[in-house]
Nanobody
């Protein structure tokens, strides 16, 4: 089992940047595919990005492609989401998620594919 703790959220002006971190407890962090999701008030939770256990494969939602970068440091048990050129529509609670994988290099971008979730961190982008 893994526990996830997000950090790095906050209030930023449009056009600004934030970097979110998600620290995972336990061993074998490289046995998990990871994802970042977000949920705005009144909306469904949606994928932002996903990354394979090795970091070699990534996926981005169209709405963030070219602005956000997902990465991971398996030695630090941490996954990151670098967010640049932020827009007011990026305002949401951001969650990281983990899925246990068994030697697979796959990435997952459906929320139901994930087994573990963090508590979320608020990102607010002002216009």
């Amino acid at each position: 089992q893994v526990q996830l703790v997000e950090s790095g959220g906050g209030l930023v002006q449009a056009g600004g940047s934030l970097r979110l971190s998600c620290a995972a407890s336990g061993r074998s962090f490289n046995s998990y595919a990871m994802g970042w999701f977000r949920q705005a008030p009144g909306k469904e939770r949606e994928v932002v990005g996903a990354i394979s256990w090795s970091g070699l494969r990534t996926y981005y939602a169209e709405s963030v492609k070219g602005r956000f970068t997902i990465s991971r440091d398996n030695a630090k048990n941490t996954v990151y989401l670098q967010m640049n050129s932020l827009k007011p529509e990026d305002t949401a609670v951001y969650y990281c998620a983990a899925r246990k994988i068994y030697g697979s290099g796959a990435i997952y971008y459906q929320k139901n594919d994930y087994d573990y979730w963090g508590q979320g961190t608020q990102v607010t982008v002002s216009s």
